[in-house]
């Protein structure tokens, strides 16, 4: 789908830029914008499941508090700021040490797929770079090695995270 919005001579990004007076912009052909083109993807594609969890987390909220801030004269900034923020703050924290993780492990499928030789310089991460010795030069020895390397190192950065996580708010993994 990402593709198919950006592509140069009928996408749907292209399409609304040239209905607004602009010109077409080859958007998987520049280099520069493949790290954009990625994160935007990526919020795009976790959206929908973080939606998910953030509201099933919301529903653990107690209607009592709400209308307690709101009787005492809390808007609906306050009533967030103060009641439905520090009662989901378990649930954010859990997620942030999860996904830091899988920090270095972006996945090679989506840069995989989005990869092209105009913004290979760009697009090349650690788990594309595994695929490609491992798989394509069938250096199976080195290959397991750099991935071996990449999960402690994800490993260390959860174990970091979940440490700051129980010193500043109480809430960690273990």
């Not at 954009?36 to 594609?45: A, D, E, K």
């Not at 099933?56 to 005492?72: F, Q, Y």
Request: net charge neutral.
């Amino acid at each position: 789908m990402v593709i198919l919005f950006l592509n140069r001579s009928n996408g749907l990004i292209n399409n609304i830029i040239e209905a607004l007076g602009g010109t077409r912009v080859d958007f998987m052909g520049t280099a520069s914008m493949f790290p954009h083109i990625y994160v935007l993807s990526g919020v795009w594609q976790h959206t929908g499941w973080n939606m998910i969890v953030y509201l099933a987390a919301l529903s653990s909220v107690s209607m009592d508090c709400v209308e307690a801030a709101k009787i005492d004269g809390a808007n609906r900034m306050q009533v967030i700021w103060h009641v439905n923020l520090p009662h989901i703050l378990p649930t954010i924290v859990i997620l942030f040490v999860l996904r830091s993780g899988s920090l270095l492990s972006v996945g090679h499928e989506k840069v995989l797929l989005l990869q092209n030789p105009l913004n290979l310089e760009t697009s090349t991460v650690i788990s594309s770079y595994v695929y490609e010795i491992g798989l394509v030069s069938a250096q199976f020895s080195y290959s397991a090695a750099i991935g071996l390397f990449n999960t402690v190192v994800n490993l260390f950065m959860m174990i970091i995270v979940n440490y700051i996580s129980r010193r500043l708010s109480q809430i960690s993994l273990w």
